[in-house]
């Protein structure tokens, strides 16, 4: 399993950067490989995004991002963002929290 993590500078208005963003990780989350999704607002900073989305591979999240809806939808986020920093992490060591 690999994560993707993107974290994206909001510069356009934020609600339809997440009405946007929803119907593109709609339509990735559909795909194969896709096995979970997480979107992340800074608690300091509104315009801020951070999202997590597993994949079964890194071919798999490559495959997606050559499918013919992804360019589309990519086109209609770009407005609204400054920025976007996606890159695919592998796991290295994970600990689950216990609570006391």
Known sequence: MVTLINEFTVTGDVAEFER????FNAYMSAL???????????TRRPNIFVELADWDSSEAHQAAVQSPGFIPLVTRLRPLVAKGMPDLYETVREQDLVSK
């Open 20 to 23: 946007v963003l929803a119907e």
């Open 32 to 42: 194969p490989g896709a096995r979970g999704y997480r979107l992340l607002r800074s």
